[in-house]
């Protein structure tokens, strides 16, 4: 077992290892930050609030920051669908598209094949039982209505 592991049961012990409250986790992220610099990180406790350094451009104080993100509501996007032309959108789908295909992960040629011969054996059982059915049914009619 490696050091890091057991500095992983270390921790472990003193807290659980994954909080369930999005609350639980905003305190277990802010006590794994440093305080300051060369200082060990902070218990999380709402007294080391007051012990950070302000941020570039805040002014320090007693006042704790704010819990819901930055502050400010998430900007609303420009929509220049519309006044594109269609050779531009075009332009950017094939770009998007090209984008999501190099996401994708390709089958190999061994697995291409595999897949291939069950499908074509998935559709010939297919073809079978309904062409069977077929017959069956077919015979029956013969028998209730008579030819």
């Known amino acids: 077992m490696s050091e890091d592991g057991e500095k992983d049961k270390e921790k472990g ?3 659980p290892s994954r909080p369930v409250t999005a609350a639980a986790r905003r305190e277990r992220r802010a006590s794994a930050r440093p305080s300051g610099k060369g ?5 999380g406790d709402a007294a080391d609030v007051s012990k950070r350094p302000a941020p570039k451009g805040k002014t320090s104080g007693n006042v704790p920051p704010p819990t819901g993100g930055k502050g400010r509501p998430t900007p609303r996007r420009d929509r220049d669908d519309a006044k594109q032309s269609l050779f531009a959108r075009l332009v950017r789908f094939i770009r998007e598209v090209l984008g999501e295909l190099r996401k994708v ?15 074509l054996i998935f559709v010939a059982f297919m073809v079978a039982l309904v062409a069977g059915l077929d017959f069956v049914f077919l015979e029956g009619m013969d028998v209730v209505f008579g030819n």
């Open 13 to 15: 012990s003193k807290r």
């Open 39 to 43: 200082a060990e990180a902070s218990s």
């Open 105 to 119: 992960i390709w089958p190999t040629r061994k697995q291409m094949t595999t897949y291939t011969i069950v499908v």
